[in-house]
């Protein structure tokens, strides 16, 4: 059983930053270089939508067309951990975001389907 919390999340300004971290963590013992993963946010009402990925291994990444050129997804292996930079927010973006995890380690993909393992989210708000 992977274990995901995130944290980071909070009240900012339109055309702040904020930055997520997702931190995994396994009774067994956890890698994060053998699983690739991702982030999603869901407003209130509103479905489950992909952010970011980064792949295991070889640190590809994907963006949704709506936060490209403002967010940046990257990883820590030795701290467990996978981060979102958040630039230039926008009240578009406020949400509750979540990390999740899949041992495809080379998967790219922002399709909630795909991810097995997942955490229990962190709110992000952007308001005035």
């Known amino acids: 059983q992977v274990h995901l919390v995130e944290s980071g999340g909070g009240l900012v300004q339109p055309g702040g930053s904020l930055r997520l971290s997702c931190t995994a963590s396994?009774?067994?013992?956890?890698?994060?270089?053998?699983?690739?993963v991702a982030w999603f946010r869901q407003a209130p009402g509103k479905k489950r939508e992909g952010v970011s990925c980064i792949s295991a291994s070889d640190g590809y990444t994907s963006y949704a067309d709506s936060v490209k050129g403002r967010f940046t997804i990257s990883k820590d292996d030795a701290k467990n951990t996978v981060y979102l930079q958040m630039n230039s927010l926008k009240p578009e973006d406020t949400a509750f975001y979540f990390c999740?995890?899949?041992?495809?380690?080379?998967?790219?993909?922002?399709?909630?389907?795909?991810?097995?393992?997942w955490g229990q989210g962190t709110q992000v708000t952007v308001s005035s």
């Open positions: 396994e009774a067994s013992g956890f890698s994060l270089d053998l699983y690739t």
């Open positions: 999740a995890a899949s041992a495809h380690p080379e998967l790219l993909s922002l399709n909630t389907v795909d991810f097995r393992n």
